[in-house]
């Protein structure tokens, strides 16, 4: 089946480590996201790509970092120097003007 | 960044009955579209209204977009007990970065 697929659904970090999310798409979609949702929330973009080896900032890139070197996948890594890591993250893909697919998400707490 | 928002920011509505949930927006858009999340998962499309239309309908959910006032609505009828979960308008821009703006969201609950 077509999709978009996150992993893990749950995650856990520790206080200086870096974590990486996968996200992967089979939808031949151009386009991927990332974005955060804290509780009761909306969700806030952090970095999106519209083509392989190309990405772009959002509005809270700070301490994340993003990959594009296949069209099917957008890995996120959270790095030591974002300070509040804890939140729900939801990769997302389409193509352009049309609406988003999105994966079930993953919970990322700091222990 | 501009942000679609929506109002209420929670519903709770008896079983049967309609809900309508807004959004405002700021600037212009190519299209608006309407999510729906139920809690702890990923975001599923209901509608999507592009800036030319201005009414659109999807089995019970009736979506209005009035451009004039930067605003949308969505009804939905006849609820059900499995409507429960949280509703959010996003704004696609017709100048600048890509990327859905998604508001906070309304969070409606349907009493049985």
């Known amino acids: 089946d077509g999709g978009i697929t996150q992993s893990p659904k749950y995650l856990f970090r520790k206080e200086g480590q870096n974590v990486t999310l996968s996200c992967e798409q089979n939808l031949n979609h151009d386009a991927m996201y990332w974005y955060r949702q804290d509780p009761g929330q909306g969700l806030r973009l952090i970095y999106y790509?519209?083509?392989?080896?190309?990405?772009q900032k959002g509005d809270i890139a700070e301490g994340y970092s993003v990959s594009r070197e296949k069209k099917e996948s957008f890995p996120l890594t959270v790095t030591s120097a974002q300070k509040n890591p804890t939140a729900f993250y939801l990769c997302a893909s389409r193509r352009y003007n049309t609406e988003a697919f999105f994966g079930q998400g993953t919970r990322l707490t700091v222990v | 960044s501009q942000q679609g928002e929506e109002d209420p920011q929670a519903l709770s509505i008896q079983e049967g009955e309609n809900a309508t949930m807004n959004c405002s927006y700021k600037?212009?858009?190519?299209?608006l579209q309407w999510y729906r999340q139920n809690s702890g998962r990923g975001l599923v499309h209901l509608i999507l209204?592009?800036?030319?239309?201005r009414e659109k309908h999807s089995g019970r959910l009736r979506v209005t977009l009035d451009t004039s006032k930067k605003s949308s609505s969505l009804l939905i009828t006849a609820s059900r007990a499995a409507d429960t979960a949280s509703y959010f308008c996003a704004t696609d821009f017709a100048i600048g970065a890509d990327g859905l703006t998604f508001g906070k969201g309304t969070h409606l609950i349907i009493q049985p």
């Open positions: 790509s519209q083509i392989v080896n190309d990405f």
């Open positions: 600037t212009s858009i190519n299209n």
């Open positions: 209204i592009r800036s030319n239309e």
